[in-house]
Structure formats: structure tokens, C-alpha cells
């Protein structure tokens, strides 16, 4: 089992920024997929962006590409989501994901299925217009 703690979040004016953080804790595969979802209210749950814990891969939907960067924090199994040049549309509660399963390169870290993740609490992202 794999436990996620996120931090970070909260309000902003649109065009600020805001960073979120997310440690994970447990039985964790050497190499996995690690990211962000997000879920506005009366909409479905969507990818935000992954990393590929066994090297530099990432990535993004198009609709955060450019404006958002996740990397590694400096302590093991931490990372990060700098969002930037946010949207009022990027109001959501955001969700600290890891993989259920290993991955074997880069290519694996793409956006899947509710299942195939260990989650997070969420926190609140709210941007105002």
C-alpha cells in the first residue's frame, strides 16, 4: 500500500501562480508514474501531468502545457506541481496520483484509468477572475 500526503494550494487572483506538493510513503515500486489530476465540480476527473520517477520524462495535458512544471523535491519520493499563469477554467481540486503498477520507462507515464492509481486527499485549487 502506498500512502500520499499533498500540501499546498489555496486561492489566487487569475495570472498568479501556486505550487503543490505531494510525498509518498509505503511500498513503492524503484520506478513509477507520479502526478496530478484534477476534478471541478460536475466534471469527470482529468490528468494534469506525470513524471517517470526512474528518469527526466514527463507529461502534460495540453491545457496546463507551458504553464505548468512538475519535478522531484529534494527529498526522496516528494514532488512537486509549480502552476503558473493560472485560469479561472484551473479551479478544480487537485489529487496527488501514483502508479499501482511499475514503469519501465517514460513512455509508460501517461494518463490511465481511476485504478490504476494510489491517491491522494486532494486540495483545493481556486482561481479567481
Known amino acids: 500500500q502506498v500512502q500520499l500526503a499533498e500540501s499546498g494550494g489555496g486561492s489566487v487572483q487569475a495570472g498568479g501562480s501556486l505550487s503543490l506538493s505531494c ?18 465540480p460536475g466534471k469527470e476527473r482529468e490528468g494534469v501531468a506525470l513524471i517517470y520517477t526512474g528518469g527526466s520524462s514527463t507529461y502534460y495535458a495540453d491545457s496546463v502545457q507551458g504553464r505548468y512544471t512538475i519535478s522531484r523535491g529534494n527529498a526522496k519520493n516528494t514532488f512537486n506541481l509549480q502552476m503558473n499563469s493560472l485560469k479561472p477554467e ?3 481540486m487537485y489529487f496527488c496520483a ?22 491522494g486527499q486532494g486540495t483545493q485549487v481556486t482561481v479567481s477572475s
Not at 513503492?28 to 502526478?35: D, H, K, N, S
Not at 501514483?98 to 491517491?119: I, K, L, T
Open 98 to 119: 501514483a502508479s499501482r503498477s511499475r514503469a519501465y520507462g517514460g513512455s509508460w507515464c501517461v494518463f490511465r484509468n481511476y485504478d490504476d492509481y494510489y491517491w
Open 23 to 40: 510525498a509518498a510513503s509505503g511500498r513503492i515500486y524503484a520506478t513509477y508514474c507520479m502526478g496530478w489530476f484534477r476534478q471541478a
Open 90 to 92: 484551473d479551479t478544480a
